[in-house]
C-alpha cells in the first residue's frame, strides 16, 4: 500500500487522467526567478477598494463569524437581483433564483454538476479559462472544444457550433468577454448564439464575469434575449470588477428548478459562501459604482497601450474589446507557444502564458494580462520589443 | 476632466509617445494639446511630490488660518496676492467659514515661520488675526499616500 504506484492505482481515473493546468506548471518555472515582470497574472493589480475591506472588518468586528443560508445572505441576494436587473433588465427572485457561490469557479461546478450525467456532451469554445474542460470531464460530461479563430475576433459564430452539435448535446458554455482572448460579443452575435439553443434545446451556462470590463462596446448578455431566461444560468462575480478575487464571492442566477439543484450540491458541499466575504459583497453591490468606472477607466488606457505597442512591434493582436487580457500573435517567430514564453522569460525576465494553457488552438499565440502597473508594462513591452529584434 | 490632463497629472513625465498610444492619437496631437495647456495656463508646473520625512535636513510645513478685512477695491484679492508674493509661502487659499485666508509656509526650523507669522504676516495692513498649526507628518499628499512598502502579494501566474 505504501508504494506510490499503488496509491495512484487508487485514484479515480477521471481524476488521474486530466493533467494539472499548464498555468500551474509555467508558475513554478516564473517563481523560481528573481525581477520577473509578470504579464500572466489573472487578477486585477488593484487591491479591493478600501469601503469594502472596512466593511469586511467591521463586520468582523461586530462578531459575524457564522454559517449564513445556504443560499447565502438574503440581504446580499436582494443586492444581486437588484445589480442584474439595472445591468441586463431580467429579474430574479431573491428569495429562489439566486445562489452566492465560492467564487465562479464553483458556480460552474454547480452548474456542470447539476446538469451532466456520463455521456451528455458540453459545447464550449476554446481558447478557454483553465477549468471548463476539467470541470466537465470531473462530471463525466463529454466537453466538445470549438475552436474559436482569430479571423473571427475569437468570436464564437452560430456555423461553429452546428458544426460541432449532436443528439447528446445538453449544454452550451459561454464565456464572453473572454479569458484570454479578449473577445466580446456584439448584440447580433449573442442573438444568434441564443437563437441555436433555443432551437437546439440547450441549456446555457453563460460565464459573464468580465462584463464591467467592456470597453468599446455596452455588454449584452444572453439572458436578456427573449426566451433565454428559461434555459440559462448566469454566472458571475465579484473578483474582477470589484478587485476581490481573494473573498472567493460568485453568485448564479437562475430558474428556481436550476438554482435548486444547485443549491443541493452546494448545501451538501460547500455549505454557504464565507459570511464575511458576503458582508464585503453587500457593500461592493451599494457603494462601488465609481470605483469600477476608475478601475476600467484604468485598464482601457493600458488596453489601448499594449495594443498600440504590440502593432508597433509587428506583432499581430487583435484589439481587445474586454476583460484584461491581450491575446498577441507570436506563430511567426517559429516556436511554439510553450518555448517562446520560456525563451522571453529566459532572456528578458517577462512572463506571459504560452496560449496553450488554454487549449491546443492556443498554439502560436501568449496571453498577457494588462492587469499590471502601468510602469511594468511599459517596460515589458520595451523588454518584448528587444527580444523580437533578436529573433 | 480632459483625460490627457489626466494623465499629466497622474505622472507628469510621461512621454508624448506614451501617451499618444494611450489616448489613441498622434504624438503632434499630443504636442500641441500640452503646448496649448501650458500657453493658456492650465498646466502652471511640473513638480515632484516630496516625502519631507525622508530628507535629513527636511522642510517644516507650518498652516496659517488667517483673518483680514476686505478692501473696498478688490476685496480679498490684493492681500491674498500680496501674501502669496513671500518665497516662503507655498499656498494661499481663500476659505469659507471661520476664517478668510488658508497659508501654507514652508521653513527650516519652528522660529523661522514662527519669526515670519510675528513679523511680517500678522502686522500687514488688513490682517486683524492669525491661527498658527504647524504640521506633524504628511500621510497622503496630492493624492500619494506617503509610506511605501506595500507589495504586490498576487501569485506571479494566475488563470
Partial sequence: MNDSKSLLSKIAKTVRDIPRSGIRDFFEIVSSREDVISLGIGEPDFVTPWHIREAAARALERGATSYTSNLGLLSLRRGISKYVENKTGIGYRPENEVLVTVGVSEGLDLAIRALIEPGDEVLYHEPSYVSYNPLIQFAHGVPVAIQTKKENGFRLTRAELEEH?????????????????????????????????????????????????????????????????????????????????????????????????????????????????????????????????YMKAEYKKRRNYIHASFEEMGIP?????????????????????QEFALKLLDEQNVACVPGTAFGACGE?????????????????MVRIARFIEKL | MNELLNLLKQNAFESPENLAKILGITVDEVKKQIAAYERDGVIRAYQAVVNEEKLDSSLFTTVIEVKITPESEGGFDRIADRISRFPEVESVFLMSGGFDLLVFIKGRTMQEAFRFVSETLAIMPGVISTATHFMMKAYKQNGIIMHTGEGDERLKVSP
Fill in chain 1, 317 to 337: 493582436c487583435i484589439r481587445p474589446d474586454g476583460a484584461f487580457y491581450a491575446f498577441a500573435d507570436i506563430s511567426k517567430y517559429g516556436m511554439t507557444s
Fill in chain 1, 364 to 380: 502560436g499565440f501568449i496571453r498577457c494580462s494588462y492587469a499590471t502597473a502601468f510602469d511594468d508594462i511599459k517596460e515589458a
Fill in chain 1, 165 to 293: 452539435v449532436s443528439p447528446k448535446s445538453k449544454v452550451l458554455l459561454l464565456n464572453y468577454p473572454n479569458n484570454p482572448t479578449g473577445a466580446a460579443l456584439s448584440k447580433k452575435d449573442v442573438e444568434e448564439i441564443a437563437a441555436f439553443a433555443i432551437e437546439h434545446d440547450l441549456i446555457v451556462l453563460t460565464d459573464e464575469i468580465y462584463d464591467e470590463l467592456t470597453y468599446d462596446r455596452e455588454h449584452y448578455s444572453i439572458i436578456s434575449v427573449p426566451g433565454m431566461r428559461e434555459r440559462t444560468i448566469y454566472l458571475h462575480g465579484f473578483s474582477k470588477a470589484w478587485a476581490m478575487t481573494g473573498f472567493r464571492m460568485g453568485f448564479t442566477c437562475a430558474p428556481p428548478e436550476l438554482t435548486e439543484a444547485m443549491m443541493k450540491i452546494h448545501q451538501y458541499t460547500m455549505l454557504c459562501a464565507p459570511i464575511l466575504s458576503q458582508e464585503a459583497s453587500i457593500e461592493a453591490l451599494k457603494h462601488a459604482e465609481k470605483d469600477i468606472v
